[in-house]
């Protein structure tokens, strides 16, 4: 069974750094891009960042492009988000999740979030 | 970026009913659109992919359509396991965009 499990995320102060990884099991894991998205308390779904099969290329959001940096081990099934520079509003459950194409061309392409994991939450507050 | 807009942003609905929602983008995406429901406290499940294909193990009683702007997520007969909240996002385009979702209530 595909499974990805989160972890790393707790309280930190603005202006910290947290390290979240995502351990995916039950897939080729190399074949394929794998993506962050987050929730706000209350909020909807905004993605975050992903990188591609062979970790040759990462995508950001505006929002937190410059302070967060997205790598992956395929060694060890394992993908990471390095978060620098926490805001009060990076505060949100953070889901890692797969993406059904090893990249994300610039071309308009059938790309989705499936499965998710359960969710790790990132409070940023002093 | 393309917004999404969804419709309406919360409705109540009795178990049975027929159960519609849309979803709009601010320019045209083709089919490049997915859905997915989320349970309070829990990840969000992927329902439908490319605006009208049912993801492997999701009920037949969901289903999309639509292309171009428009688009729906139709839920045939309401069950108590399907009351959540609905997002769409678009996949056109990065960077990936949802709606600001759909909670459906029980009336």
């Known amino acids: 069974e595909l499974q990805l499990l989160e972890s790393g995320g707790g309280l930190v102060q603005p202006g910290g750094s947290l390290r979240l990884s995502c351990a995916a099991s039950g897939l080729t894991f190399s074949s394929y891009a794998m993506s962050w998205v987050r929730q706000a308390p209350g909020k909807g779904l905004e993605w975050v960042s992903c990188i591609s099969n062979r970790g040759d290329r990462t995508y950001y959001a505006d929002s937190v492009k410059g302070r967060f940096t997205i790598s992956r081990d395929n060694s060890k099934n394992t993908f990471f988000l390095q978060m620098n520079s926490l805001r009060a509003e990076d505060t949100a459950v953070y889901y890692c999740?797969?993406?059904?194409?090893?990249?994300?061309?610039?071309?308009?392409?059938?790309?989705?979030?499936?499965?998710w994991g359960q969710g790790t939450l990132v409070t940023v507050s002093s | 970026d393309i917004q999404m807009t969804q419709s309406p942003s919360s409705l109540s609905a009795s178990v049975g009913d027929r159960v519609t929602i849309t979803c709009r983008a601010s320019?045209?995406?083709?089919?490049?659109l997915n859905w997915y429901q989320q349970k309070p406290g829990k990840a969000p499940r992927l329902l439908i992919y490319?605006?009208?294909n049912l993801q492997s193990g999701v009920p037949s009683k969901f289903s999309g359509s639509g292309s171009g702007t428009d688009f729906t997520l139709t839920i045939s007969s309401l069950q108590p396991e399907d009351f959540a909240t609905y997002y769409c996002?678009?996949?056109?385009?990065?960077?990936?965009?949802f709606g600001q979702g759909t909670k459906v209530e029980i009336k």
């Open positions: 996002q678009q996949s056109y385009n990065t960077p990936p965009t």
């Open positions: 490319a605006a009208s």
């Open positions: 320019q045209s995406i083709a089919k490049f």
């Open positions: 999740a797969k993406n059904p194409l090893p990249l994300i061309p610039a071309a308009p392409v059938y790309n989705w979030f499936d499965p």
